[in-house]
């Protein structure tokens, strides 16, 4: 089992982490994403951590609180030093107009039912979910670390927050000598590799982790959707359709997954799950599954270590165009600001 450090903490988590918005499915958004009841969740959590991997990230706009209360009962058998929790907060919740955002009392009062969904008394790592220009980051941040203070959380973190956010958060917090967010839950992949251009030099430089959101781009990289294949039936991209892929450069990326599979007699989402874990700044992956069987597979990429040659042709076949200033900065300066990965 491949532990890795939560940013600059001195917390060790695994590399991979299983993601529970398929837990409950009561609501009609994630009811497309699963239903995934009590009985079956212990099946998931028994074999991840059996298999080395005792992370679960969750969140509080899960089915509305729902996903908390089934990851909760399903982990009553285990003792609470024998897990990690990681759970979000900031999306609505109700139409209470204060039941959105991060300000003070919205996270406090969310620490708090979320400590009751998930009959725990300390939350691992505790994220803000999404960026709230209504709050000030001082406001949040002491709000944060009073949390800490009284032990209700031990770590935390932000998700889907901008470079510039975030570099402003840690600025904020460096000036009042408050604890820094140790990560940063982002979307990156195969398909997806925005991330890199401010966000990833950002985690390496400040030391702010990486715990990657759908690092199959919703299943877009699990191997259902070739240039000859598209076997989606049962799978999240039979209800959500297509993400927001270019869907030649996607086969353009599945053609290499394929060739690199038939080399390695690995899966195409192993592979592309590899791909994002030798990656700069990331701390974890957050994986979902709807059976043993799949989460199985998927926790086996944490020991796949791809050559260089593999990675030289999936960074090669999933390299997007650089938006300004990148472009600019790569002809001009690339010597004196290289950036952590490779560009073509």
């Known amino acids: 089992m491949k532990y890795r450090q939560l940013g600059s903490s001195g917390e060790m988590i695994p590399c991979m982490m299983l993601g529970t918005a398929t837990f409950a499915g009561s609501t009609e958004l994630f009811r497309k994403w699963g239903q995934t009841q009590v009985f079956e969740a212990k099946e998931l959590i028994k074999l991840s951590i059996d298999s080395g991997f005792n992370a679960f990230d969750t969140a509080d706009c899960y089915s509305l609180g729902d996903a908390e209360i089934v990851l909760g009962e399903a982990l009553k058998d285990y003792k609470r030093s024998e897990y990690f929790i990681s759970t979000k907060t900031g999306m609505w919740m109700s139409d209470n107009p204060n039941d959105i955002g991060t300000s003070r009392a919205k996270i406090v009062r969310s620490v708090e039912a979320s400590l009751k969904r998930l009959q725990i008394d300390y939350i691992d790592l505790y994220h803000l979910h999404c960026y709230d220009a209504k709050t000030p980051h001082i406001e ?26 975030l570099m402003k958060m840690l600025s904020v917090a460096d000036k009042y000598n408050l604890l820094r967010p140790s990560v940063h839950q982002a ?52 209800t959500d359709g297509a993400w927001d892929v270019d869907m030649e450069k996607l086969y353009d990326i599945t053609d290499v997954l394929e060739s690199i599979s038939r ?3 690995h899966s195409i989402a192993q592979i592309s799950l590899a791909w994002v874990l030798s990656r700069p700044s990331v701390s974890s992956l957050v994986i979902g599954a709807r059976n043993t069987m799949q989460l199985d597979a998927n926790l086996k990429a944490a020991s796949i270590t791809l050559d260089s040659k593999h990675i030289e042709a999936l960074d090669k076949a999933s390299q997007t165009k650089l938006p300004y200033p990148y472009w600019h900065q790569r002809a001009t300066v690339d010597s004196r600001d290289p950036y952590p990965v490779k560009r073509y």
Do not use: C
């Not at 949040?140 to 956010?165: C, P």
């Open 140 to 165: 949040a941040l002491s709000a944060l670390n009073e949390l800490v203070k009284a032990g209700k959380i031990r770590y935390f973190g932000v998700s889907n927050y901008s470079a510039w956010h």
């Open 187 to 238: 979307y990156y992949s195969l398909a997806a590799r925005e991330f890199e251009n401010e966000l990833m030099p950002l985690g390496v430089e400040e030391g702010v982790g990486t715990l990657v959101w759908s690092p199959l781009s919703g299943s877009m990289l699990s191997g259902k959707i070739t240039r000859t294949k598209r076997d989606v039936e049962g799978s999240r991209l039979s």
């Open 263 to 265: 080399d390695t007699g």
